[in-house]
């Protein structure tokens, strides 16, 4: 993988992000000479992260609706019940 600092990184983004997405490059994006980032390709494995992270942060999403909604709670029938009977 090739280093680069961030100023040259700044200076050269459009050619650096070119070259990682046909050529598929690496780099290691450094601060002071020490690293503090990767740019690489984004690739099928970064989808699945993507995809099961969006996942994740709306199911975490529900769960707290969910709770906020039972502690809220006045009837004395439940969320089914109330909807068996609209149903009727």
Not at 46 to 59: H, P
Request: proline content about 2%; cysteine-free.
């Amino acid at each position: 993988m090739t280093r680069i600092g961030i100023r040259e990184l700044k200076s050269k983004t459009s050619k650096i992000v070119r070259e990682v997405r046909v050529q598929h490059a690496e780099y290691v994006i450094t601060h002071q000479g020490s690293p503090v980032a990767v740019l690489h390709p984004y690739g099928a494995a970064d989808a699945e992260k993507e995809r099961r992270d969006e996942m994740e942060a709306s199911l975490t999403a529900m769960q707290q609706t969910a709770r906020k909604v039972a502690k809220a709670w006045v009837s004395s029938k439940s969320a089914v019940e109330l909807l068996d009977e609209q149903r009727r």
